[in-house]
């Protein structure tokens, strides 16, 4: 049981690093991909605003939701190689 506890607590500081991780690199290349989009429409304006409003947008989005599957899929992994090794 102890040996469960600590595959539980480790695990999860090791998929929360990955989900930090991927957080900020998708938040960059979104921030990238709007700068980009700035400079080739030509807009006018303030540049940096346009840029926050952007990620706003992006904070609630499905891929931004979807970065949550850093937890889910390797539990789920985890789960069946359990059951099929001890059940199975």
Do not use: C, H
Not at 41 to 50: C, I, K, N, P, Y
């Amino acid at each position: 049981m102890f040996a469960l506890g600590r595959l539980v607590v480790i695990g999860f500081v090791v998929l929360s690093i990955i989900y930090v991780v991927l957080s900020f690199y998708s938040r960059g290349v979104r921030r990238r991909k709007l700068r980009e989009q700035w400079d080739q429409e030509g807009m006018t304006g303030d540049r940096d605003a346009w840029v926050e409003e952007g990620l706003q947008d992006y904070d609630g989005s499905l891929r931004r939701k979807l970065l949550l599957g850093v937890y889910v899929v390797p539990t789920l992994l985890v789960a069946l190689i359990i059951y099929l090794t001890n059940f199975a």
